[in-house]
């Protein structure tokens, strides 16, 4: 499997994933890295076959339709996200590429359309998890209870060893481990449900 994290412009990161035998790609939120990764993609000799978001938040979604035009590339969301897509998945859904499968995990509270992606032992968390934080919920969309839930009840019961790479280039490094997020984030450490709503107000 190809993997490889891209940050161009900004503070974005932006995600190529491919099979390297049947040369099919997916790029997830292309951000403002769209013609770097177009560059790649003919470079490797890639076929992008889907442009998954894992949430409709513009910083995450340009580039999408540069991707699109490209590659005659599918656009992959959310089903309550309201961008234009061509595929809706919800959680649990799997998306194909050969014999490499990118299972998607509903993880709302940044949005109530957020996603994360595990592939291959990678978690691509979107901005619901960070190194070292999480992601905010006082922009529209957003719910702290939903933000627990999907932190809580969801990827932290991920085993230690799942690779993290995040929406954001906001920690000490630019991906992370289940395990050392689980031991350092202080986002995630033990609280009530009520405990944490009010620790998200703070």
Not at 8 to 31: L, M
Request: charged share 30%.
């Amino acid at each position: 499997m190809f993997f490889k994290q891209i940050k161009h412009r900004g503070d974005n990161f932006s995600y190529v994933i491919a099979n390297e035998n049947s040369r099919e790609a997916v790029v997830v939120d292309p951000s403002s890295n769209a013609d770097v990764i177009i560059r790649l993609l003919k470079d490797q000799k890639f076929n992008l076959k889907y442009i998954i978001n894992t949430h409709g938040h513009g910083d995450h979604t340009a580039g999408n339709e540069d991707l699109r035009s490209s590659f005659s590339a599918k656009i992959v969301a959310h089903e309550l996200a309201r961008i234009n897509k061509d595929i809706s998945v919800n959680d649990g859904d799997i998306i194909e590429l050969g014999k490499i499968a990118v299972r998607v995990i509903h993880t709302p509270g940044h949005t109530s359309d957020g996603i994360c992606l595990l592939v291959d032992g990678k978690l691509l968390t979107g901005d619901t998890l960070f190194v070292g934080e999480c992601g905010r919920t006082d922009l529209s969309g957003g719910n702290s209870e939903d933000m627990y839930n999907s932190l809580f009840k969801k990827l932290m019961k991920l085993d230690d060893d799942v690779e993290v790479y995040p929406g954001h280039d906001y920690g000490p490094r630019p991906y992370s481990t289940i395990g050392l997020e689980r031991r350092t984030n202080y986002t995630l450490e033990k609280r009530t449900l009520e405990e944490f709503i009010e620790f998200m107000k703070s």
